[in-house]
């Protein structure tokens, strides 16, 4: 009754109207913020641009419009390799992407994206949100005025589109492949030559023969972009990338300028796309997959084991090789390294042994 009360009253007068005390700043409750959204992502991009577009009008529902924010494709605002560099600038206060897009700035970002056989999208929610790894990835980015917040996963990716079968590891030398991160360091490991690419150029560079192959993301995505036209061969499962996670970077002023209550919304609505663009990947995956299969005859491949045994020894060299940079990314391998040793037991337990049991019938 008495919140009731509060409530009424502060709507009714002093609150909206007037100022409210949030912490040491005044902070008009009518204040509104106009922000830009500068994005990785072809503009309305099926998963990757739709859902900028969702956390913005997330945003402004949850804020009653007291947040605006107006969403940019690549190369709208900043090309999509400049996201990181315009938000921590101001240029926009906000942008949506994925940490390992920017090894160059410190390459312990890598681990919030994805690690090579590392841990699903399941995994790497409960590493973020109970595990520490959000706190260590928040302590990492305010290095650079920037804070992040996991906001999207596909779940897991699949292997790449190839010319030519991947029968053994040696298949793999010469190749030249866009596959960003650390999944690239295996591939520099395997003899092959890794680029990074964005992924409006895909599709152009594949089909050209710039590059021999590639990686994107699953069936949903690939599909849009049309892979299956430069490609013959489509391998799985992905590797490299078992739960890629997209992340929103916000500038650290920007933020802090705003009351509790909307720095609150704006890091939930990004929990809010994080679990919803898993299940948007969910639904719309096996869709696609079926389309691949059978409208366009796309020939499905499976890494051989061996092959998969090889570049998951690498992996573990390329991870624990980065752990020994810095301290920090110590810090971060022992976390991640903690969190998946414990997460597979119980995932052989419960997922794994569900999903060979469900096969079984
Ligand atoms: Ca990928």
């Given at each position: 009754?008495?919140?009731?009360?509060?409530?009424?009253?502060?709507?009714?007068?002093?609150?909206?109207?007037?100022?409210?005390?949030?912490?040491?700043?005044?902070?008009?409750?009518?204040?509104?913020?106009?922000?830009?959204?500068?994005t990785a992502w072809p503009k309305n991009f099926p998963g990757l641009g739709t859902g900028a577009n969702r956390l913005a009008e997330l945003i402004g529902?949850?804020?009653?419009?007291?947040?605006?924010?107006?969403?940019?494709?690549?190369?709208?605002?900043?090309?999509?390799?400049?996201?990181?560099?315009?938000?921590?600038?101001?240029?926009?206060?906000?942008?949506?992407?994925?940490?390992?897009?920017?090894?160059?700035?410190?390459?312990?970002?890598?681990?919030?994206?994805?690690?090579?056989?590392?841990?699903?999208?399941?995994?790497?929610?409960?590493?973020?949100?109970?595990?520490?790894?959000?706190?260590?990835?928040?302590?990492?980015?305010?290095?650079?005025?920037?804070?992040?917040?996991?906001?999207?996963?596909?779940?897991?990716?699949?292997?790449?589109?190839?010319?030519?079968?991947?029968?053994s590891v040696a298949d793999l030398a010469g190749l030249k492949m866009r596959i960003p991160g650390l999944g690239g360091e295996v591939l520099k490991r395997?003899?092959?030559?890794?680029?990074?690419?964005?992924?409006?150029?895909?599709?152009?560079?594949?089909?050209?023969?710039?590059?021999?192959?590639?990686?994107?993301?699953?069936?949903?995505?690939?599909?849009?972009?049309?892979?299956?036209?430069?490609?013959?061969?489509?391998?799985?499962?992905?590797?490299?990338?078992?739960?890629?996670?997209?992340?929103?970077?916000?500038?650290?002023?920007?933020?802090?300028?705003?009351?509790?209550?909307?720095?609150?919304?704006?890091?939930?609505?990004?929990?809010?796309?994080?679990?919803?663009?898993?299940?948007?990947?969910?639904?719309?995956?096996?869709?696609?997959?079926?389309?691949?299969?059978?409208?366009?005859?796309?020939?499905?491949?499976?890494?051989?084991?061996?092959?998969?045994?090889?570049?998951?020894?690498?992996?573990?060299?390329?991870?624990?090789?980065?752990?020994?940079?810095?301290?920090?990314?110590?810090?971060?391998?022992?976390?991640?390294?903690?969190?998946?040793?414990?997460?597979?037991?119980?995932?052989?337990?419960?997922?794994?042994?569900?999903?060979?049991?469900?096969?079984?019938?």
């Amino acid at each position: 009754m008495q919140r009731r009360d509060f409530l009424k009253k502060a709507g009714g007068t002093s609150l909206a109207l007037g100022a409210g005390t949030v912490g040491i700043k005044t902070v008009r409750a009518d204040t509104t913020y106009q922000w830009k959204m500068v994005t990785a992502w072809p503009k309305n991009f099926p998963g990757l641009g739709t859902g900028a577009n969702r956390l913005a009008e997330l945003i402004g529902e949850m804020s009653g419009g007291r947040i605006r924010v107006k969403v940019y494709g690549a190369g709208e605002l900043v090309p999509a390799f400049e996201v990181f560099d315009a938000v921590a600038q101001g240029t926009a206060e906000m942008g949506h992407g994925t940490a390992f897009y920017w090894k160059g700035k410190n390459e312990a970002t890598q681990f919030f994206t994805a690690v090579p056989f590392g841990m699903t999208a399941q995994e790497m929610n409960g590493w973020f949100y109970h595990g520490g790894g959000l706190a260590l990835w928040t302590e990492l980015y305010a290095q650079f005025g920037l804070v992040p917040a996991p906001a999207g996963n596909g779940g897991v990716q699949m292997g790449g589109w190839f010319n030519k079968e991947i029968k053994s590891v040696a298949d793999l030398a010469g190749l030249k492949m866009r596959i960003p991160g650390l999944g690239g360091e295996v591939l520099k490991r395997a003899g092959g030559t890794p680029v990074n690419l964005p992924g409006g150029e895909l599709f152009t560079a594949l089909e050209s023969g710039a590059i021999d192959a590639t990686e994107w993301i699953g069936p949903y995505n690939d599909l849009a972009f049309g892979l299956y036209k430069a490609a013959r061969y489509y391998y799985y499962p992905g590797f490299h990338e078992p739960g890629g996670t997209l992340e929103a970077i916000i500038n650290q002023a920007a933020f802090e300028a705003l009351p509790a209550d909307l720095q609150s919304i704006v890091l939930n609505a990004c929990k809010v796309l994080n679990q919803d663009l898993l299940a948007e990947y969910t639904a719309r995956n096996p869709v696609a997959l079926q389309t691949l299969l059978e409208k366009h005859g796309v020939a499905m491949r499976r890494y051989p084991d061996d092959v998969l045994i090889k570049l998951h020894r690498l992996s573990r060299e390329v991870v624990s090789e980065l752990a020994e940079k810095d301290e920090f990314s110590r810090k971060i391998y022992t976390s991640f390294r903690q969190f998946l040793d414990q997460s597979q037991a119980w995932s052989n337990l419960s997922e794994l042994a569900y999903l060979q049991a469900r096969n079984l019938g």
